[in-house]
Structure formats: C-alpha cells, structure tokens
C-alpha cells in the first residue's frame, strides 16, 4: 500500500535559524535547494533526507513571502527512534517543549515541539 502522505513544507520567518534548528535537533542535514521562481523572489528551500522510492515521505523548510509559520496549522510528526534524545536537544536549539513524550498504546509514543518559527511539530516513536 503506497504511503498517502509524500511531501510536507514547514514555513519559517528566519530560514537559516530555522535550518539549524532542525539540523540540530534531528541530528541530520538538509540540503538547500535554488527554486526558480518569478512569483516568489524571496523564496528559500532546503529539503529533509528522505528516501522516496521505498515509499516514505519528505518535505522541506521553506521561506515564503506569502507564507507565514505558525501554529494551528498542519501538524507534521518526525520518525524518532526514542523521543527523548530529541527533547533533549529542544531547548538548546531555540525550541520548546510543548508536550513532552506520551504512551499512545499500540500506535508507539509523540512529543510535542515548537521550533525557532513559532511551527508546532509533533515526534513519533515506537519506543
């Protein structure tokens, strides 16, 4: 069964605040990206590791002039492999713990994070 979900953008004010604040916190890089655009001069992109062909999904950081970070809007849950090393790296990047980690039965545990953005995004772990 293909995966429904294949691609998701977090929208940040401070682009490359936001992008150490994600590379620090998940342990990973992200890889900046020209986007050609005539619409949209203010435009950055850097997009998340991702590997496509098996089915998972990715996304990318974004500025965008007609696009603002915040919360209430989608919430988006990073793979973790235990929660807690990404909390503890929360709070020195910038970020907050909004709801720390929480047994969700058989579906594994979330956590709660706001980044540098204002973005709320969630954590997912089976441990």
């Known amino acids: 069964m293909k995966n429904t979900v294949n691609w998701f953008e977090i929208y940040t004010s401070d682009f490359k605040r936001a992008k150490n604040f994600y590379t620090q916190v998940l342990k990973c890089e992200l890889t900046d990206l020209h986007v050609n655009s005539e619409r949209h001069s203010q435009m950055e992109y850097a997009t998340f590791p991702d590997d496509q062909k098996n089915g998972g999904a ?19 849950y990073f793979d973790s492999e235990e929660i807690n090393a990404e909390l503890s790296r929360v709070e020195a990047a910038g970020g907050k713990i909004i709801r720390p980690k929480q047994d969700i039965g058989d579906h594994g545990f979330i956590a709660l994070i706001e980044d540098t953005e204002g973005n709320m995004i969630g954590l997912r772990s089976m441990k």
């Open 58 to 76: 990715s996304g990318a950081l974004v500025k965008l002039d007609v696009a603002k970070p915040g919360v209430g809007g989608t919430l988006v």
